[in-house]
């Protein structure tokens, strides 16, 4: 039984080569009919890919329940399940970001800067389409969506990679992709999904820069660590989101606990929900307990500081241990959060530029000062007053969706929208101009 199962599996691996140059080819091709297409197109098939998505709820599910028995047979993990349902809020989520991407000024072929320079030429910058970029991510299938509707309205073509535990979900939504594509008149290929849950196709399709001008991997650690090692292509990414909330002194009790609570309760699994707390002196004997009995109530585990431990440790039903360093720097991802008790707002700085992931932070004050400091000093590519930190997400920012968060600092910070898919090149406008 064993013999032509792995016979196949070797046949298979053996044209992956091929079907990998097949993918590229394809979408080097399309990128470039991509990049032309004008907006009233790409409007098109966003709108239809939303219809679509409303119109067959009940396929796409049935292909997502085929994914979710087989995860819950192998194991996996709670947050994990929780990432991979397709329920219908998700795609009627997903479907009102394709519309709110259609209802976007096109940016592509905007210039800006035109500046006249003393030669009489003019110079200034146009944004174009970067070509073609590989998406690589894990559980999630609402990304292929994501991943597609911002490939189109940005005049690109992608080449997506999901994880082996949505192989099914992913088929079912890139079908619909392709189906939005063809009747607005755009090439299939704009949109293609590697087939094999084979993970060499990973490390082929980051290697290929002949076809290839981006990789943007989200995932776990892992995944993206192996990534960053292995491209041969440019790749944004983020490794992963320790997010900090900070109470300041002084601040609206009422709200830092509504904000706070919803940061790390509201859903555990997304990179944006906070893993830290920290609590300024002044305010923490009157919050801590506030905040506590709430965690305590959803079951949420505090790893605490000292003084933390001793405001929190007498509160009915409170899961509260001492923190060790490692937690500082922990994403959780659970229902767990780390809580320290500190100075200031310029301990609060301090301690988030060191342990942090540089993703999300947020500050709840009263203070103008306290807030335009932690602005400008936080190192992190979102940074907020006064909001929760599970608002880093490029639906909730007006990008009408995200291709994934990035902490890098050159080309795209933060959630990478349409504008961090293009690049900008220089264009020289003249009369005849010639250099003396």
């Not at 070797?10 to 394809?26: F, I, K, N, V, Y």
């Not at 292929?144 to 490939?151: C, D, F, G």
């Amino acid at each position: 039984m064993n013999a032509p199962d792995s016979s196949n599996a070797l046949a298979a691996r053996s044209e992956l080569p091929d079907l990998m140059q097949t993918l590229g080819s394809q979408a080097k091709t399309a990128s470039a009919l991509m990049a032309r297409a004008p907006s009233a197109i790409k409007n098109k098939a966003l709108a239809g890919l939303a219809a679509l998505l409303r119109s067959q709820i009940a396929p796409l599910q049935a292909a997502n329940t085929l994914d979710l028995q087989r995860a819950t047979a192998a194991g996996l993990a709670g947050p994990m399940l929780d990432r991979l349902k397709l329920e219908a809020k998700t795609l009627e989520t997903v479907a009102l970001g394709c519309e709110q991407l259609a209802a976007m000024p096109d940016v592509i072929g905007e210039i800006i800067g035109m500046k006249q320079q003393p030669s009489g030429i003019r110079v200034g910058q146009m944004r174009v389409p970067i070509g073609v970029f590989g998406m690589i991510y894990e559980s999630r299938p609402n990304v292929t969506i994501e991943a597609a509707s911002l490939a189109i309205k940005s005049g690109n073509a992608c080449i997506l990679r999901g994880g082996s535990e949505a192989i099914e979900s992913n088929r079912a939504l890139t079908a619909l992709v392709q189906q939005a594509l063809t009747q607005a008149g755009l090439p299939a290929d704009a949109v293609q999904l590697v087939p094999t849950t084979d993970r060499e196709a990973v490390g082929l399709l980051i290697t290929m820069p002949q076809y290839v001008d981006v990789i943007i991997p989200r995932g776990g650690k892992g995944l993206i660590e192996r990534i960053s090692r292995d491209a041969k292509v440019p790749v944004i990414k983020h490794l992963d989101g320790n997010c900090h909330v900070y109470v300041d002194d002084p601040c609206d009790i009422a709200m830092a606990v509504s904000v706070a609570d919803n940061a790390k309760t509201q859903k555990y699994s997304p990179c944006n929900a906070s893993e830290g707390l920290l609590v300024a002196r002044g305010v923490a004997a009157e919050f801590l307990p506030k905040i506590g009995a709430i965690y305590a109530a959803k079951g949420v585990e505090m790893r605490c500081d000292p003084e933390a431990q001793a405001m929190l440790a007498k509160l009915p039903g409170a899961k509260v241990r001492s923190a060790t360093e490692q937690d500082w720097y922990e994403e959780y991802l659970a229902p767990v959060i780390s809580i320290k008790v500190v100075a200031d707002v310029d301990e609060a700085i301090g301690h988030i530029n060191k342990y942090s992931s540089h993703h999300t932070d947020a500050i709840l004050t009263r203070d103008h000062m306290h807030a335009q400091r932690f602005l400008r000093e936080v190192d992190s590519a979102s940074v907020m007053v006064n909001a929760s930190t599970r608002f880093a997400d490029g639906f909730e920012f007006g990008l009408g969706a995200e291709i994934g968060i990035s902490t890098d600092k050159f080309h795209a910070r933060g959630p990478v929208g349409i504008e961090g898919l293009t690049s900008l090149k220089y264009v020289v406008l003249g009369q005849g101009q010639v250099r003396s």
